[in-house]
């Protein structure tokens, strides 16, 4: 099985030190860009599995450096999980306009960031991304997305122990 690959981007030197950390930790193989100019040579270069994006950056923003991999069909397959700071009901809706996979608000735990990178069937086009050496302990929650969910807009995700829930 091949290491998943992830991209981590942001221009604060702590925030990349400890999410590096945290990814090597559990087993993946890890990028780092600093900015977004950064992060759009590194996508043209690297087939990433994910990428952690920051919105506000100095140079190309988190939603620009989405948008541009979007467009790019080779990199259909790249998931984007944007960590911001930005967290006000607008900010998050541009996230998924832009292509985002996922909106998690700054402060997040580590341990709910694992889950979600982990995290099984979330929606159609959000793939798992399980540790290359999971432990026995693991385990995992049936999830599945709104089917009415359109493109571009957030959709409700269903979530429980035991066998996915029906929608109404």
Known sequence: MKTPHILIVDDEPNIVMSLEFLMRKNGYQVGIARNGTEALAAIAQTPYDLVLLDVMMPDVDGYQVCQKLREQSNRA??????????????????GY????????????????????????????????????????????????????????????????????????
């Open 97 to 168: 306009e832009v292509g985002a996979d996922l909106y998690i608000p700054k402060p997040f735990s580590t341990r709910q960031l694992m889950e979600k990178v982990r995290e099984p069937a979330r929606c159609p086009h959000l793939v798992v991304l399980p540790p290359p050496n999971p432990t026995r302990h693991e385990t995992c929650l049936f999830l599945r997305c709104d089917p009415r969910r359109q493109p571009g807009r957030p959709g409700r995700v269903l979530a429980g122990p035991g066998p996915p829930p029906e929608l109404a």
């Open 77 to 94: 397959g790249t998931k984007v999980i944007f960590l911001s700071a930005k967290s006000r009901e607008p900010d998050i809706k541009k």
